[in-house]
């Protein structure tokens, strides 16, 4: 008779909603997918657990991760430690695993394919999955001295203190991530081949226009939103202006964004005593337009450091055109800015409407409609002014 993997018993802390740990990540598996990464044995001496996060909206729940921290003693004396991040919780992840498993079959992708790169401000993957059949989301990654950005809890806005050495590290970390998938964009465009609004996927501004006029005229699969006339009328404003949008909007580079570039989403690693910001959580990353995430780390700014925006994009496109060769004029890429945010808003709304086509009764995907539009509609605004 075949001896069973041993499994890993956890109990939530008091201030856990649930602690989830799919069976196939068990100490048998755990053993050898570190051993085979590290090329040497390996035996954990310890491990914990703790969630990313646990909210819940309309009914459905919308927890992050569970986090299983494990502490490895390795055959040379080392010791290491690496932590499991268990993106989808089975049922209690109902919003994020029924919408055809884009969201957790994207991060996997992005965080095995930045594992690979050997590049200090991603974190390493050991292992990866993506099972379908079980419902079983994790990364099994680095886990770093400290999470999150240096002494500042992380806070309901995601905003960043106004330390201005720290703002323009972050800004070069944006740059690097942004050049770097630059140079891999090709393999990236295979890694996530079909264009659509899709988790991870590279959208054009047509096929999100496209999207919204199904659910304007109510042919598409959500036909009982009960749009008022006035948000019909909005959408129509703002799928015309899409589709007629200036040439130069199209003049942005695709890049992977991150498109949560937070406080929260940071760690620390150091390489040959150097320091280094390390972005670990993919699971909104996308390809898209670079001024996506500069335009969102500088509304993260804003409230505390407004007065080095124009320092900070600068410092910003410096190390993009040294690490790419290629130079961007400032007032092109600030006028494309408005664009971003919209057309990021607006591809928020068709996936929203998607969602409701697989869930129908959640009430988050039906408030965040009614709640965007009449917002697009204000951003519209700052296009038109760009």
């Excluded at 703002?167 to 264009?195: M, Q, T, V, Y």
């Excluded at 408005?338 to 409407?353: D, S």
Aim: glycine residues 6%.
């Amino acid at each position: 008779m075949q001896e069973q993997p041993a499994f890993l018993s956890l109990s939530p802390r008091p201030d856990d909603a649930f602690v989830y740990l799919p069976r196939g990540l068990n100490r048998e598996y755990l053993d050898a997918a570190l051993s085979r990464k590290l090329g040497r044995e390996v035996s954990i001496s310890h491990h914990s657990s703790a969630n990313l996060c646990a909210g819940n909206f309309g009914g459905v729940s919308n927890c992050g991760a569970t986090l299983l921290r494990l502490s490895l003693q390795l055959s040379d004396g080392h010791r290491l430690d690496v932590v499991a991040k268990i993106l989808s919780p089975a049922e209690l992840n109902l919003f994020k695993i029924d919408h055809r498993f884009d969201a957790r079959e994207a991060e996997v992708r992005w965080a095995r394919w930045w594992g690979q790169q050997d590049v200090p401000f991603v974190p390493v993957v050991y292992d990866a999955r993506g099972d379908r059949t079980s419902r079983e989301f994790w990364i099994i990654q680095e886990f770093f001295p400290q999470v999150g950005w240096p002494d500042v809890p992380g806070t309901r806005d995601k905003a960043f203190p106004a330390d201005l050495g720290r703002l323009g590290d972050l800004f070069s970390h944006a740059a690097e991530i942004h050049a770097h998938s630059a140079r891999g964009i090709n393999e990236l465009r295979a890694l996530f081949p079909a264009e659509g609004i899709r988790q991870g996927h590279d959208c054009s501004p047509t096929a999100i226009a496209d999207c919204l006029a199904s659910l304007a005229d109510g042919s598409g699969p959500v036909g009982t939103l009960e749009l008022t006339a006035a948000e019909r009328a909005s959408l129509q404003e703002l799928i015309e202006a899409v589709r007629h949008r200036p040439k130069w909007v199209d003049e942005w580079c695709c890049v992977c964004v991150n498109n949560d570039l937070a406080a929260d989403n940071f760690a620390l690693r150091t390489r040959d005593s150097r320091t280094n910001y390390v972005t670990f959580d993919w699971g909104t990353a996308c390809l898209g337009p670079m001024e996506r995430d500069i335009d969102l780390l500088l509304f993260r700014i804003r409230k505390t450091a407004s007065e080095h925006e124009g320092h900070l994009l600068s410092r910003y496109l410096e190390v993009y055109q040294g690490q790419t060769g290629q130079r961007i004029d400032r007032d092109a890429f600030t006028a494309r800015m408005p664009w971003a945010r919209l057309l990021h808003h607006l591809r928020m709304i068709a996936e929203h409407a998607i969602s409701l086509a697989w869930i129908p009764h959640q009430t988050r995907s039906r408030e965040r409609i009614h709640m965007f539009i009449p917002y697009c509609s204000k951003l519209l605004k700052s296009c038109m002014r760009a």
